[in-house]
């Protein structure tokens, strides 16, 4: 799994590893070993998400099933150009 600029710096570490089944344990995981730090759940929420090279929008993260080894990334919103 790999955060990306902001959220990067939310989580306070690029990448980690989380063994989960579907995107809301994945979310469910991170958000309970990161949850604590500052403006990490805004930022969270506001990220896109990509399942290996897949945009998640707005399915349902129960639904969005994680093959194992799948990387999932966190991309805020970006401004510029």
Do not use: Q
């Not at 805004?42 to 990387?71: H, M, Q, W, Y």
């Amino acid at each position: 799994m790999h955060y990306w600029a902001a959220a990067r710096a939310a989580a306070g570490i690029a990448e980690e590893h989380v063994s989960a089944v579907t995107l809301a344990e994945l979310l469910t995981e991170i958000h309970r070993r990161h949850g604590h730090r500052d403006r990490f759940d805004d930022v969270i929420e506001f990220c896109s998400v990509l399942v290996g090279e897949t945009p998640v929008g707005a399915k349902d993260p129960a639904d969005v099933r994680l093959p194992a080894g799948v990387n999932v990334e966190f991309l805020p919103p970006f401004a510029g150009g």
